[in-house]
């Protein structure tokens, strides 16, 4: 089972690094002579060039596996996905929900100009984390007291988004019981998964003005999105919200495809030009790499196996903690 399993991830790894090297190379070269420059300019390339990598992924996901994503939602919510700025949170229930985010953003239209709260150690892992880095992701700690000059909480990214962000979705998460959790592994041997998304809009300018009141009404949010799942588990569906179909787009088969292409010839030009394969040395260094491609995949799947979200069990906020914080980061503003 586990040299079958081999056989599929390794080709797979190979495609997966190569390509994101040659991604990785293009964002630092944009990002040394681009961005100092001009930042919109560098980001709009970036924005490009870094769907060029993740939509492989999304390939897997979507072609590959065969992964379903089943939303519920309503109409005019589906309209406004990704014609919107947004602030989007999210429970988590699989290894690869981050990924579930890509392809809801694919399907929307905004995939490149998405921008993810990550954990620090998220930008040192090869390729995929480089990408992320460039892409000005955010990064943490998790912990409060070192993140908070990075991010301030939620409180304070709604108190610095109202005036230019319009809405929050409310995205929960629900793994039916039919279906196995979806993994890296799993995708990567290409067996099929469920996945089911609620996506509840909310109205920034609807949320309450004081930081007390905005944080209240986030840990209020947690609190519906816990009873919501156990409705689902109950009902193995997300009842009373319509489910929408959205079809699968091409537009990852067609990037992987050509992806396959040029790796397939780079790598036969190369050993055509060196004959690495015509000496022991050669055929060693081949081997070397394989097993470092090999590592790498252990590594990018162990990386994905992160903990579970659980049922939100919040001590009522403290008022006055609360406002002593708020004057706290207001003193570090000024």
Same mark, same amino acid.
């Given at each position: ?9 390794v !080709? ?6 190569i390509? /994101?090297?040659?991604? %990785?190379?293009?964002?630092a ?6 961005? !100092? ?7 709009? @390339? %970036?924005?490009?060039?870094?769907? =060029?990598?993740?939509? +492989? ?13 089943k939303?519920?939602?309503d109409?005019e919510?589906?309209k406004?996905? /990704?014609?919107? $700025?947004?602030?989007?949170?999210? %429970? $988590? ?19 490149g100009?998405?921008v ?13 984390g ?10 943490? +700690? ?8 990075? @991010?301030? /909480? #939620?409180?304070?990214? &709604?108190? $610095?988004m109202?005036?230019?962000v319009?809405?929050i979705?409310?995205?929960? &998460?629900? @793994? *039916?019981?039919?279906? *196995?959790a ?13 996945v089911?998304v609620?996506?509840?809009?909310? =109205?920034?300018? +609807? ?17 519906a ?6 409705? $689902? %588990?109950?009902e193995?569906? #997300?009842? /009373? ?7 699968? *787009? ?11 292409? =040029?790796? @397939? ?10 004959s ?13 790499? =394989? ?6 995949m ?14 939100t069990?919040?001590? !009522? ?8 914080a ?9």
């Open positions: 089972m586990a040299i079958a399993a081999a056989a599929v991830i !080709p797979l790894g190979l495609l997966f690094f390509s /994101g090297l040659v991604v %990785n190379l293009i964002q070269a944009c990002f040394i002579t681009i961005k !100092p420059l001009s930042k919109s300019l560098y980001r709009r @390339i %970036n924005r490009e060039v870094a769907e =060029l990598l993740w939509l +492989e992924l999304i390939w897997l996901f979507d072609w590959w596996a065969g992964i379903k994503v939303i519920y939602t109409r919510t589906l406004k996905m /990704g014609k919107e $700025h947004a602030l989007v949170i999210s %429970n $988590h229930r699989s290894d690869i929900d981050w990924l579930v985010g890509w392809v809801l953003a694919q399907r929307s239209g905004c995939l100009s998405a993810a709260v990550m954990k620090k150690s998220s930008k040192f892992l090869p390729v995929i480089w990408s992320m880095w460039f892409s000005e992701y955010l990064f943490l +700690e998790r912990s409060w007291a070192k993140d908070e000059g990075t @991010i301030k /909480g #939620f409180v304070a990214a &709604v108190s $610095h109202r005036s230019f319009p809405a979705y409310d995205v929960t &998460v629900a @793994i *039916p019981k039919s279906s *196995p979806p993994t890296m592994v799993r995708m990567f041997k290409g067996q099929p998964s469920v089911h609620h996506i509840k809009r909310h =109205l920034m300018k +609807e949320l309450p003005e004081s930081d007390d009141a905005v944080a209240q009404w986030c840990k209020d949010v947690f609190v999105k816990d009873s919501l799942l156990d409705k $689902h %588990n109950a193995d569906t #997300f009842s /009373g919200q319509e489910l929408q179909e959205i079809p699968r *787009p091409v537009k990852p088969l067609l990037v992987a495809i050509s992806w396959v292409c =040029l790796v @397939i010839f780079g790598v036969l030009k190369f050993l055509q030009w060196s690495l394969l015509s000496s022991w040395r050669g055929i060693a260094v081949s081997a070397f790499c =394989l097993a470092v491609v090999t590592v790498l252990h590594i990018l799947i162990l990386f994905s196996q992160s903990e579970r979200s659980t049922p069990k919040v001590a !009522p906020a403290k008022p006055k903690k609360v406002s002593e708020a004057e706290s980061r207001q003193d570090k503003q000024q």
